[in-house]
């Protein structure tokens, strides 16, 4: 019999191999139970393959009326990443939490989605299949950058958004590589010097084991095929009309955060800026309780029009930025 000529496609994300890939699953599910247990997992099925959705929500009928939040995740990782967050998100509304396609996770990619018309449209379908007509969206890093297109792309059925030390406002520099870099191969260091590094690197990664073990796991297993994105353009950015939530970390090595503080509420109209102190580039991670907070303070100023604007602690309108 002929061997196949069939190759796999060098422009979409794929898993070497079945072994692999469970272990994988296994170290997410360890870091799932971390968080908030999800009331059900499902599958929707969109042009550019098929979406896993993991949904938390309250258990108050009132809270369950409100708008739904949706969760993007982090390039090379998946929804477990929200782990810190679930519980106090979902306590107060829906959330739903999506595998990316074309990042490691429970998702399968057909196509692919970096081109910035396909990203929206992708994320657009998937909203359509789980029957989210107006949300919440809060995006991390590359979910970020998926999060700014929508608001630029596709807005209509975004009530509000929130980027956490998101791409999409600046080039990806070298400086954000070598700490990628730095970060995966300290999770290889002897256990004694992980929290020093930990602390060196803004990597909480390296000292929660359930963690590094996902980080490590994924690696192995999964081949991501996708470009960096391209930030958008201050033009693009002019466009966006949705309310926008910026979160910076202050010792960010993704965007120079005073700088993006600055001018993401000068671009873009009632946008609000804030940099979390004593973080980098995971504040929903390091500092779990205040963001989860400040996230709910701002969807809940965007869900009641007449209330006054979200003017709380660090939050800033254009002008000099604040950190907290």
Known sequence: MPKSTTRARTDVGRYVNDALRDRYFAACDAVYAMGAPALEETDVETGFGTTHVYRYGPADP????RTPVVLVHGAGSCSAMWYPNTAALGADRPVYALDTPGDPGRS???EPIHRPERAAQWLDEALAGLGLDRVHLV?????G?????QAHLRPGRLASVTLLDPGGLEKVGLRFFVWI??????TFAPKALRPRLAAWLEQP????????????AGVRAYRIRRPAPLPLTEDELRTIRTPVHLVLGKRSLLVHPRRQAERVPRLIPGACAEIVADTGHGPQIDHAEQVNTRILSFMGSVDRPAAKPFTGPGARTPGAPRSR
């Open 181 to 186: 870099f730095a970060s995966l191969f300290a």
């Open 108 to 110: 399968v990619q057909r």
């Open 145 to 149: 950058w998926l999060a700014l297109n």
């Open 139 to 143: 995006g991390s890093s590359y979910g």
């Open 62 to 65: 009132a809270a369950a009326s």
């Open 205 to 216: 990664v390296l000292v929660v084991p359930e963690l590094r073990a996902m980080i490590r």
